[in-house]
T-cell receptor, first 115, second 114 residues
Framework: DTGVSQDPRHKITKRGQNVTFRCDPI?????LYWYRQTLGQGPEFLTY????????KSRLLSDRFSAERPKGSFSTLEIQRTEQGDSAMYLC?????????????FGPGTRLTVT | GDSVTQMEGPVTLSEEAFLTINCTYT??????LFWYVQYPGEGLQLLLK?????DKGSNKGFEATYRKETTSFHLEKGSVQVSDSAVYFC?????????????FGKGTKLSVKP
């Protein structure tokens, strides 16, 4: 399977704990995106990488959130001091660069539940 | 800022009925438009896309035409099947804007009954 993969698929944590999610994009894709989706809503953009450079961050990405893509391949999204409002599905997507249509391929998501 | 508005669901249809899901957008630039589908228990999949005015995207019997004059990208299918039951998301990417991140509507849940 050469699609986008995410790990873990589900995470339950207690309020105040830190969590880290991993995304492995399609191997030849330079661009990597993180989105958050809450129940009944469409995905909302969080941040974007071009290779290892983080080029854009949404205002949704508070100081408790940090994302990295150290070697331009996989990416991690860390949430520190989790709050109940962080409960959501976290989606990763990747895209090749050089194409104008910005077609993005999504992973299955990591569902976070903060108790 | 840019935004997408799509008709609220849920939409319930009988098999072989005609489907329309309305989508309108607001954008400062010249966006590309997309329909994504999320089947139960699965991730988002691109259904179809259109990159400029009057383009028609099509896939699996679904069609949508990029209408700049009405800022719309309505999804249609002539005869739905039970297997089309899913949540459909309209989205845009502002080519001239940030870096191509997608802006989604809230989604429309479609249920097709046999």
């Amino acid at each position: 399977d050469t699609g986008v993969s995410q790990d873990p698929r589900h995470k339950i944590t207690k309020r105040g704990q830190n969590v880290t999610f991993r995304c492995d994009p399609i191997s030849e894709h330079n661009r990597l995106y993180w989105y958050r989706q809450t129940l009944g809503q469409g995905p909302e953009f969080l941040t974007y990488f071009q290779n290892e450079a983080q080029l854009e961050k949404s205002r949704l990405l508070s100081d408790r959130f940090s994302a990295e893509r150290p070697k331009g391949s996989f990416s991690t999204l860390e949430i520190q001091r989790t709050e109940q409002g962080d409960s959501a599905m976290y989606l990763c997507a990747s895209s090749p660069s050089g194409r104008g249509t910005y077609e993005q391929y999504f992973g299955p998501g990591t569902r976070l539940t903060v108790t | 800022g840019d935004s997408v508005t799509q008709m609220e669901g849920p939409v319930t249809l009988s098999e072989e009925a005609f489907l329309t899901i309305n989508c309108t957008y607001t954008a400062t630039g010249y966006p590309s438009l997309f329909w994504y589908v999320q089947y139960p228990g699965e991730g988002l999949q691109l259904l179809l896309k259109a990159t400029k005015a009057d383009d028609k995207g099509s896939n699996k019997g679904f069609e949508a035409t990029y209408r700049k004059e009405t800022t719309s990208f309505h999804l249609e299918k002539g005869s739905v099947q039970v297997s089309d039951s899913a949540v459909y998301f309209c989205a845009l990417s502002d080519y001239g804007g940030s870096q191509g991140n997608l802006i989604f509507g809230k989604g429309t849940k479609l249920s097709v009954k046999p």
